[in-house]
């Protein structure tokens, strides 16, 4: 599977962050073979119908569509229109985190590492010009650099992205950021960073030395979900996405994930869904899972 590189763009400034129209993207991007990028998208649908399948789950592309896709989630893109309208912006994590002096700022977005809600947000047409207005107004920036174009590009990608947060909460009924709830992102940060050799609670309560009550309070309060839930969820992603998406057997990919044997992945995955993997696989090959 191809993993799309972020690459220095011929702008005046020196950033890991671009705005890209549909135009400047087809022929690389706009494929239906599985791949995967290195940096955050958020992607801005003027016009355009089919469906995306981003990391096991379909969904629906229609005009005025925003979807959201965070670093190494895989993809499929099936556009109905020949030349679909949209506007990308792309960044990568660490510039990212850099640019604000914040560490966690890319895990407080409610959007980006989404393991329950979707990926995606319908809005109207004037929402969806007031944000490619904006990315307009950015990419100018970029190519023609004047002196505190750095202090524009700044607000302007601030704004953008806690506006989205904002309605991205408002929509599915989730809390912004509270205050002293630092030691959720935090998790949410450890978890994708280690998700793949540490299944324990414990190791991310030794990493964050804290107490599980501490720990859980914080997740709570924050993501409405037990610390433990957040980190089986990250792992049955995964698990879902190599059974989808690539040719390993059950066994390899208990390897890959540090299962001690096959038979413990398949407990975990029966436990957490209900159903074996081969029901998995043969549900969605038929298009009955979603």
Same mark, same amino acid.
């Given at each position: 599977?191809?993993?799309?590189? =972020? ?7 020196? =950033? ?13 991007? !706009?494929?239906?073979?599985?791949? +995967?990028?290195?940096? =955050? ?22 005009? +005025?569509?925003? @979807? *959201? ?13 020949? +030349?679909?309208? *949209?506007?990308? &912006? ?18 407080? !977005? ?22 490619? %207005?904006? &990315? ?6 970029? &190519?023609?650099?004047? %002196? ?8 302007? @990608?601030?704004?953008? /992205? ?11 009924? !989730? ?6 709830? +630092? ?6 940060? /450890?978890?994708?960073?280690? *998700? ?11 990493? &964050? ?5 501490? /720990? ?6 924050? $993501? ?40 413990? !992945?398949?407990?975990? *995955? ?9 029901? $998995? ?10």
């Amino acid at each position: 599977m191809e993993t799309l590189k =972020f690459h220095k763009t011929e702008c005046g400034v020196d =950033f890991l962050l671009n705005v890209l129209s549909a135009e400047e993207l087809k022929g690389y991007y !706009l494929k239906r073979e599985v791949f +995967n990028t290195d940096f =955050f998208e958020i992607i801005f649908i003027k016009k355009g119908e089919g469906h995306l399948v981003l990391n096991y789950k379909k969904i629906e592309i229609k005009d +005025n569509s925003i @979807i *959201f896709i965070s670093p190494f989630e895989k993809r499929q893109w099936y556009f109905k229109t020949e +030349n679909p309208e *949209f506007t990308m &912006l792309a960044f990568q994590e660490d510039f990212l985190n850099d640019f604000f002096s914040d560490k966690l700022f890319t895990y407080r !977005l409610l959007y980006f590492y989404q393991f329950e809600y979707a990926l995606n947000m319908q809005v109207n047409k004037s929402v969806t010009d007031f944000y490619c %207005a904006l &990315l307009s107004e950015m990419k100018t920036e970029l &190519l023609k650099t004047k %002196a505190d174009s750095g202090h524009i590009i700044r607000s302007l @990608i601030y704004y953008l /992205l806690q506006k989205l947060n904002r309605e991205y909460a408002e929509e599915h009924h !989730l809390a912004l950021e509270k205050e002293g709830n +630092n030691y959720a992102f935090q998790f949410r940060k /450890l978890i994708e960073i280690h *998700f793949s050799s540490k299944h324990r609670i414990n190791d991310y309560l030794d990493m &964050l030395k804290v107490s599980r009550i501490t /720990l859980n309070k914080a997740v709570k309060e924050q $993501f409405n979900v037990t610390a433990t839930y957040l980190l089986k969820q990250r792992l049955l992603i995964e698990i879902k996405n190599y059974l989808i998406h690539s040719e390993l057997t059950v066994g390899e990919i208990a390897y890959k994930l540090n299962f001690s044997e096959p038979n413990h !992945l398949m407990r975990f *995955f029966k436990k957490q869904t209900g159903m074996t993997t081969t029901e $998995f696989l043969a549900d969605y090959q038929n298009g009955t899972y979603s």
